[in-house]
């Protein structure tokens, strides 16, 4: 991508951005069902290291050694990936999946906001309409009927929160070979999931065909292919768009429930819809300074 011309590397890289929302849509409801059969830091454990020797070969280059920086951008990004997906799964077993999408998107507005904070830039003031209008479309997809507030939504806003400062730790370090980098957060998460599960959790006593293909899903498309992509994503688009792609995952989620489970598409869910395209347009639009 480095030869390609800027705006062909961002469209590019935007369209790697929208394919990881849509893996990730898919993810929640096949997330849903894993966990009745498999902890949470064990579900954890076995997607990110599935992700992790997926690229272990980048970490033996004759020609591009792993550097310190690396390593520590490794760490750290592994860090808040492995605390942000906790938050979320163990959030999934408490609230809905509708509800999960919803609240975990919030790091659509909360990326900016860091990155206001880290960089001393001001974002574009498209960036925030473009983020509200996502936010009302994925709540019109997501929201059904009326229920209360419970541990489960607190985990998954928590989970919004960390997901805002993994994209901004991606970001800091995407000077970094970013496949070296991806390798290393998956493999740093995968070790915090492995060790509070063995301290905390029971291991499943069997795997089930069902269950096979429920981690062969989380590890090899929604980690291995989706955080790649999205690693990718961050270091040739900046977070604030990357954070308005990927968050098309609650509409996707909508789309693969209507098109394989039949559930009903209503006409709040088709407003949902044009909205998050809506929002996706104006944050692609150039508007001329007066």
Request: hydrophobic letters at 50%.
């Amino acid at each position: 991508m480095l030869n390609l011309p800027e705006k062909t590397r961002r469209n590019v890289a935007n369209g790697m951005l929208l394919v990881t929302g849509a893996l990730w849509g898919g993810g929640f409801v096949v997330m849903k069902n894993a966990l009745s059969s498999i902890s949470t830091n064990y579900l954890l454990a076995i997607r990110f290291s599935i992700g992790a020797l997926g690229l272990s070969y980048t970490l033996f280059s004759k020609t591009h050694k792993v550097s310190r920086r690396t390593l520590l951008g490794g760490l750290v990004t592994g860090f808040f990936l492995y605390t942000a997906f906790a938050a979320q799964t163990y959030g999934l077993l408490y609230t809905t999946v509708g509800k999960n999408a919803l609240i975990t998107a919030v790091y659509v507005v909360l990326v900016p906001l860091v990155l206001w904070v880290r960089k001393k830039e001001r974002p574009q003031a498209k960036i925030f309409l473009a983020g509200a209008l996502l936010l009302l479309g994925i709540g019109l997809l997501s929201i059904q009927g009326r229920s209360a507030v419970n541990i489960g939504d607190v985990l998954t806003f928590l989970c919004g929160i960390l997901y805002a400062l993994h994209i901004n730790a991606v970001d800091s370090f995407a000077d970094q070979d970013v496949m070296q980098l991806t390798c290393l957060q998956f493999a740093f998460a995968a070790a915090f999931a492995w060790i509070i599960g063995g301290c905390f959790e029971t291991f499943p006593a069997r795997f089930t065909p069902n269950m096979l293909g429920e981690l062969a899903y989380c590890g090899l498309a929604a980690t291995l292919l989706a955080l790649t992509m999205m690693n990718i994503g961050i270091k040739y688009a900046a977070p604030e768009y990357a954070t308005l792609f990927m968050s098309t995952e609650s509409a996707f989620g909508c789309l693969f429930g209507v098109l394989f489970l039949g559930e009903l598409f209503s006409g709040r869910m088709a407003i949902g819809c044009a909205l998050i395209l809506v929002g996706l347009i104006i944050s692609q639009m150039e508007f001329k300074k007066t």
